[in-house]
Nanobody, 115 residues
Framework: QVQPVESGRGLVQAGGSLRLSCAAS????????MGWYRQAPGKEREIVAA????????SYADSVKGRFTISRDNAKNTVYLQMNSLKPEDTAIYYC????????WGRGTQVTVSS
């Protein structure tokens, strides 16, 4: 079992950058695929990026390709989301999800991008 906890919330101007972190407790973190999701007001939760347990495979939503990068450090039980060239439409609560022997969600962290 793992428990993801997101950090890195912030308010940035359009064009700026922000890095989110997700630290997950539990000794089996390295066996979990991890993902970042987001939910904007009035919209459904959507996947932003995902990374395999080894870090060898990543995928991105079309809306963030070329701007966001997902990575992980299994020695630190942490997954990251580097967000560059932020747009107002990236404003949302960002959630971390662990998918493996069970599915576990973090509580989310707010990202606000001003125009």
């Amino acid at each position: 079992q793992v428990q993801p906890v997101e950090s890195g919330r912030g308010l940035v101007q359009a064009g700026g950058s922000l890095r989110l972190s997700c630290a997950a407790s539990g000794r089996s973190f390295s066996s979990y695929d991890m993902g970042w999701y987001r939910q904007a007001p009035g919209k459904e939760r959507e996947i932003v990026a995902a990374i395999s347990w080894s870090g060898g495979s990543t995928s991105y939503a079309d809306s963030v390709k070329g701007r966001f990068t997902i990575s992980r450090d299994n020695a630190k039980n942490t997954v990251y989301l580097q967000m560059n060239s932020l747009k107002p439409e990236d404003t949302a609560i960002y959630y971390c999800k662990a998918n493996g022997r069970g599915v576990y969600w973090g509580r989310g962290t707010q990202v606000t991008v001003s125009s």
